[in-house]
């Protein structure tokens, strides 16, 4: 509230009236795009989060200090937290990591003019031949913390809170912060171009270096990575509706998630992804219609539109580990979208807590 509260007009005000004290006391960074009071408790927990990775093991309260296991995790998690404060060492690497990975994608799943070429409507065929390369290019992705197509998690069971199960779940952001932006014209005409920019980018530092990845990225393929991104997005189910239980949990054996999406293998993803021998009894599906919606959509879209896709994701999923000019008209276009100033960045302290709590929050469990 106003500390002038008295004096102000709540009828002519109403913004100064309630807003003016907690504005006064909170600045908004230039990386910022609101400050609420959930956000000053995320603050305060980064904060917290940063003075323990940047203390020394010994320095920490002694409750703390337990078993030697505990310090070898401490320096698991603190070894990556340096790894990414190292901003000499990323800008010199530059794009090649990223590239890398690319390369790999490529390895997984080859450009259509190295493998036989694949009309739409032998997509959703190719398990019956044995054709394993979406599914292994999905698992690999999901391994390195890519979501591509849908989220998989492990997590406690609603309904049994004693077990843990498979989730398979629409993206909560294939692309867009929300499905909504892909209504507006002007923010897909732009979220295109950036598309191509980044890509071309790209391309030209992988022809520049030892080894290539092979993309065509031509206008059309731009403009169907963004189509495949937008019919995904308006399948997706509502915030609301993703958060309800009742809408959310839909438990489905693991042969009809096969029948639902016929383009993946459940038996080989999970024997990528899971223990060996490990066999589900059920996977709670947050959206069926979703996954309805998926699987008709790769069957129409092109080998080259999905290997693309693929590559866009994975690009999204590392602009902020990433030091390249390439990817600075994508770090551009995500901080105009939010409200920032178009070159803003945030201490890197913040997204190296953020990066290590994501890749690493369940070794400490």
């Avoid at 600045?27 to 980064?46: A, F, H, I, K, T």
Wanted: net charge negative; glycine share 4%; aromatic share 8%.
């Amino acid at each position: 509230m106003s500390p002038n509260y008295q004096r102000v007009d709540p009828c002519q005000d109403f913004s100064r009236y309630v807003c003016e004290g907690w504005e006064q006391n909170h600045d908004l960074r230039p990386d910022q795009d609101g400050v609420s009071s959930g956000s000053v408790m995320y603050e305060n927990s980064q904060r917290t989060l940063r003075h323990l990775l940047e203390a020394p093991y010994s320095d920490l309260p002694a409750s703390t200090k337990q078993a030697s296991a505990d310090q070898a995790i401490f320096d698991k998690i603190q070894s990556a937290y340096d790894a990414c404060m190292d901003e000499k060492t990323i800008q010199k690497a530059g794009s090649e990591p990223l590239l890398d990975v690319l390369r790999k994608i490529q390895e997984y799943y080859p450009p259509s003019h190295t493998s036989p070429r694949l009309e739409n409507q032998q997509q959703k065929s190719l398990l019956d031949s044995g054709d394993y390369r979406l599914t292994n290019t999905i698992a690999y992705l999901v391994k390195i913390g890519v979501s591509a197509f849908v989220d998989f998690s492990i997590d406690a069971d609603d309904k049994h809170p004693d077990n843990v199960v498979l989730m398979l779940s629409a993206l909560r952001r294939p692309g867009l912060p929300s499905k909504e932006y892909y209504q507006d014209p002007s923010v897909v005409g732009r979220y295109t171009e950036t598309i191509g920019q980044v890509l071309e980018a790209l391309l030209r530092e992988a022809h520049s270096s030892e080894h290539d990845f092979l993309l065509e990225c031509s206008e059309e393929l731009v403009e169907a990575i963004v189509r495949l991104e937008k019919n995904l997005a308006l399948a997706s189910p509502d915030e609301e509706d993703a958060e309800d239980v009742t809408k959310y949990y839909n438990p489905r054996s693991p042969a009809e998630v096969q029948a639902l999406l016929p383009q993946l293998s459940m038996p080989e993803l999970l024997s990528h992804l899971a223990p060996a021998g490990y066999v589900p009894e059920k996977v709670i599906v947050g959206s069926p219609p979703y996954v309805y919606a998926l699987a008709m959509n790769l069957e129409q879209a092109s080998y080259e539109t999905i290997r693309a896709y693929l590559v866009w994701k994975t690009v999204q999923a590392y602009v902020d580990q990433i030091e390249d000019e390439a990817l600075t008209p994508l770090k551009r276009f995500n901080n105009e979208l939010r409200g920032k100033d178009p070159d803003a960045s945030e201490e890197r302290w913040r997204t190296c807590v953020r990066a290590v709590d994501r890749s690493l929050g369940g070794i400490k469990h």
